[in-house]
């Protein structure tokens, strides 16, 4: 069964850093990827998917995620964030034609003003 | 395109009652989905829906169970409530297609006392 990994559980940044949010996956077929996230009081709402092409790509809101088929992974980033993006974050593959989506456990980002 | 919805938003229960909560999909979304969510677990896929079968099943005890009716709304419901069943249960709908993207509803809140 596939697994998938988020390492950082909690992240805390002041506004203006750079953010990377690890997320690692044990599949070794063709994969589905997507970020959620999870605002405060919001719907768990998408961010960004890679179904093909371009391993890089880019989401809302500035987020960028990268593809490394070699390394099992698809990491989230953003150069400089924001107060407004505190928020739970989930990562989440589709693996070997699923219609079922294996979530990670989440990463709470708490920004600080 | 109106979101999916979910109710009721809250619910307080006690132990050994049981509970039913229901979620209406986007329109033209045949699949439905149901996950629990807890801290530090993350989502915990419950079951899916497909055209009012059941297409996939997640690791739950069989208090848990769900159904969907022919416009594509579905219910789920729990039997002889423990305290750990508190949580928030979301809903998701999507397309069908492998691999597709999910939509979520706000969830339901559930405390069991």
């Known amino acids: 069964a596939q697994s998938v990994s988020q390492h950082n559980h909690h992240v805390i940044l002041s506004e203006a850093a750079s953010l990377e949010l690890g997320c690692n996956y044990s599949?070794?077929?063709?994969?589905?990827l997507f970020w959620y996230v999870q605002y405060p009081g919001q719907h768990l709402q998408l961010l960004l998917k890679y179904f093909s092409g371009d391993p890089l790509v880019k989401g809302i809101k500035g987020f960028e995620a990268e593809f490394i088929k070699s390394k099992f992974s698809f990491n989230l980033r953003k150069p400089s964030v924001q107060w407004s993006d505190t928020a739970e974050y989930f990562c989440?593959?589709?693996?070997?034609?699923?219609?079922?989506?294996?979530f990670g456990r989440g990463t709470s980002l708490i920004v600080h003003p | 395109k109106a979101g999916v919805t979910q109710t009721p938003r809250y619910l307080i229960k006690t132990r050994g009652q049981q509970v039913t909560l229901s979620c209406s999909p986007i329109s033209g979304h045949r699949s439905v989905s149901w996950y629990q969510q807890t801290p530090g677990q993350g989502l915990q896929f419950l079951f899916e829906y497909f055209s009012e079968t059941q297409r996939n099943k997640g690791n739950f005890p069989g208090r848990f169970s769900g159904r969907q009716f022919s416009n594509s709304r579905s219910e789920m419901n729990v039997s002889t409530l423990e305290l750990g069943d508190s949580a928030l249960y979301l809903c998701?709908?999507?397309?069908?297609?492998?691999?597709?993207?999910?939509?979520f509803g706000p969830g339901t809140r559930l405390l069991v006392l």
């Open positions: 998701a709908s999507s397309l069908a297609q492998a691999g597709e993207t999910q939509y």
């Open positions: 989440a593959v589709n693996a070997g034609g699923s219609y079922i989506p294996t």
């Open positions: 599949y070794g077929g063709t994969v589905n």
